[in-house]
């Protein structure tokens, strides 16, 4: 009983996450609410390419990020193609296992102590310069997990994990269709435009590869909650 309980609960977090992320969609400056959210989906993004890059080979030089959500991540070497795909499909890969580990609150818990060290980890190696908008962020999202873990209780810190994985997942979404309409109708810069650049082949084409992945992601990862329906 005490199983089916938890996996219910991981079920009713889920449902909860995603009502409230809708509901802040139609809050006048909600995105004010969920900014350091905004924040975080981009280390994420950003953490994925540099993460790419060490398992390839490359180096990372460094992460910068801006106070408009926006974010470079400086490599040497590595496969690029693999690097520039990452950032985006690295961030839902990073939501849909938060989801899958929320489904309890044991795995819950854990989850958040692997992301409050990555974020810490990130920020102290990566990020820079020190004296930054990106450096500051990166130390108040660490102290914020970390504080969490520490003052929040079990049921509270399973809903902030389901929480997260849903706006890493639907952030996820949001940057790579407006990546697509940049893709579709002009030249700026992005990272399908790099893998453009290097391959011939059309950045749009890029943004639908990793709109594809992504989705089958998001699918594996909801598809996972099956034994935690409730039985009719």
Known sequence: MAATKRKHDGFSFLLGATALTIVLWYVPYADRLVYPLRI????MHETAHALAALATGGAVERIEIA????????TRGGWS??????????TMLYGGLLLMLSKQ???????LVGTSLL??????????????FGFSAGVALTIGLAATLYLATARVTHFLVSFLGVQSCLNSLFDL?????LSAHTNVPTDAMTLEQMTMIPAI???LAWVGISLLILFLALRSYRSALPKL
């Open 40 to 43: 975080f989906v981009t280390f």
């Open 67 to 74: 106070s408009n959500g926006s974010g470079l991540t400086y």
């Open 81 to 90: 193609l693999l690097i520039a795909s990452a950032g985006y499909v690295g």
């Open 105 to 111: 609150a044991k795995h819950a818990r854990l989850a």
């Open 119 to 132: 974020v810490g980890l990130v920020t102290l190696f990566w990020v820079k310069p020190i004296l930054s």
């Open 177 to 181: 269709k407006t990546l697509f309409l």
């Open 205 to 207: 084409l890029w943004a």
